[in-house]
């Protein structure tokens, strides 16, 4: 037998064993995992009892672009659902500030989920000490004070409201 003949099978074999790893290798990689964001405008965290919050999910690598299912817990309810949106609604009375939680669950892979908290407060109160009595063309001081509500507070005077001379 010539030394051709022995490394000729050799070599074609370790050929073979190279590209059948090179080909073990293609297409084998995991695809990423499923990701869920949820996001709400400005990034609200906390509101008023009676209002409102607009909320998107998005899902990331989901193939089936299934989107999400909606949950809430410790107060309030959902609408206008969809697989990327949802509405949530405060109670319409709070006597006491709470904490609800919005999740985001991807339909594809139900491991996979996301939270945003949203503390609701009651409706502002504004209390004040006695007022006396005012003397027209002369400066009014009176003391506000608020509680409840979300901050920052807005105070105004409407000049139609008050009594003229």
Same mark, same amino acid.
């Given at each position: 037998?010539?030394?051709?003949?022995?490394?000729?099978?050799?070599? %074609?074999?370790?050929? #073979?064993?190279?590209?059948?790893?090179? %080909?073990?290798?293609?297409?084998?990689?995991?695809?990423?995992?499923?990701? @869920?964001?949820?996001? /709400?405008?400005?990034? +609200?965290?906390?509101?008023?009892?009676?209002?409102?919050?607009?909320?998107?999910?998005?899902?990331?690598?989901?193939? &089936?672009?299934?989107?999400? /299912?909606?949950?809430?817990?410790?107060?309030?309810?959902? +609408?206008?659902?969809? +697989?990327?949106?949802?509405? $949530?609604?405060?109670?319409?009375? @709070?006597?006491?500030?709470?904490?609800?939680?919005?999740?985001?669950?991807?339909?594809?892979?139900?491991? &996979?989920?996301? +939270?945003?908290?949203? &503390?609701?407060?009651? %409706?502002?109160? @504004?209390?004040?000490?006695?007022?006396?009595? /005012?003397?027209?063309?002369?400066? $009014?001081?009176?003391?506000?004070? /608020?509680?409840?509500?979300?901050?920052?507070?807005?105070? #105004?005077?409407?000049?139609?409201? %008050?009594?003229?001379?």
């Amino acid at each position: 037998m010539s030394s051709k003949n022995i490394f000729a099978p050799a070599l %074609l074999c370790g050929l #073979s064993a190279l590209f059948l790893l090179g %080909l073990s290798g293609c297409g084998s990689s995991t695809p990423p995992p499923i990701a @869920v964001a949820i996001t /709400a405008p400005n990034g +609200t965290q906390s509101i008023d009892q009676a209002q409102t919050v607009a909320i998107t999910a998005s899902v990331a690598n989901d193939a &089936k672009n299934a989107g999400v /299912a909606w949950s809430v817990s410790g107060g309030g309810t959902l +609408t206008n659902q969809t +697989t990327t949106s949802a509405t $949530y609604n405060t109670p319409a009375s @709070v006597p006491a500030a709470l904490t609800a939680t919005v999740t985001a669950t991807s339909i594809t892979d139900s491991t &996979k989920s996301a +939270t945003l908290q949203i &503390k609701v407060n009651p %409706l502002p109160a @504004v209390t004040m000490t006695s007022i006396a009595a /005012a003397t027209a063309g002369t400066a $009014y001081n009176a003391a506000l004070t /608020a509680s409840g509500g979300t901050s920052p507070y807005t105070w #105004s005077v409407n000049p139609t409201t %008050l009594p003229r001379d």
